[in-house]
T-cell receptor, first 110, second 113 residues
Framework: QQKVQQSPESLIVPEGAMTSLNCTFS??????FAWYRQHSGKAPKALMS????GEKEEGRFTIHLNKASLHFSLHIRDSQPSDSALYLC??????????FGKGTSLTVIP | NAGVIQTPRHKVTGKGQEATLWCEPI?????VFWYRQTIVQGLEFLTY????????DSGMPKERFSAQMPNQSHSTLKIQSTQPQDSAVYLC???????????FGAGTRLSVL
């Protein structure tokens, strides 16, 4: 079964800082990689996703994928207090079920 | 579009009692997923359906958990003889036939006393 691990478990950064979150996976046949964000007491919500090696940028958020290293990451530029949430990475081998990491709890201090 | 609807939002059961959780996916979404979330284990996959057919239940504790999708508008997760370790937030999600994005409901918080 797919193993998905995230690091760090928690992170505290000042407002305006660059934040980097990491995710590793075990199945080299994985095809779809995504980040979800879950604010306290709320449902997880899709943030962004990527299929192929490389980088994808959407506003302040950038996702990097390196399939050979079984690793992808999320970078948040100019972090804001509203970015404070639990960040979950998700991996799928296609139109199959999605496996999630345990999450990284991010706190952005004003 | 009301999103994925889960009921009840909170459920308290005594040890050994049965709990049934309901999920109404977004109209037009053909895949329905059930997950369980705890602080210790994170978001654990339980089972999923595609076009109402069970596809993968590898995450389901086989003895007491069961899930059904009798029609395209709702799915149920039933836990028999609930135990304290079943206490968690149970999340339902749905996705489009050709999509990879999961849309989650607000969850049902199950507390087993």
């Amino acid at each position: 079964q797919q193993k998905v691990q995230q690091s760090p478990e928690s992170l505290i950064v000042p407002e305006g800082a660059m934040t980097s979150l990491n995710c590793t996976f075990s199945d080299s046949a994985s095809q779809y990689f995504a980040w979800y964000r879950q604010h306290s007491g709320k449902a997880p919500k899709a943030l962004m996703s990527i299929f192929s090696n490389g980088e994808k940028e959407e506003g302040r958020f950038t996702i990097h994928l390196n399939k050979a290293s079984l690793h992808f990451s999320l970078h948040i530029r100019d972090s804001q207090p509203s970015d404070s949430a639990l960040y979950l990475c998700a991996v799928s081998t296609g139109y199959q079920n999605f496996y999630f990491g345990k999450g990284t709890s991010l706190t952005v201090i004003p | 579009n009301a999103g994925v609807i889960q009921t009840p939002r909170h459920k308290v059961t005594g040890k050994g009692q049965e709990a049934t959780l309901w999920c109404e996916p977004i109209s037009g979404h053909s895949a329905v997923f059930w997950y369980r979330q705890t602080i210790v284990q994170g978001l654990e996959f339980l089972t999923y359906f595609r076009n109402q057919a069970p596809i993968d239940d590898s995450g389901m504790p086989k003895e007491r958990f069961s899930a059904q999708m009798p029609n395209q508008s709702h799915s149920t997760l039933k836990i028999q003889s609930t135990q304290p370790q079943d206490s968690a937030v149970y999340l339902c999600a749905s996705s489009l036939p050709t999509g990879n994005t999961l849309y989650f409901g607000a969850g049902t918080r199950l507390s087993v006393l």
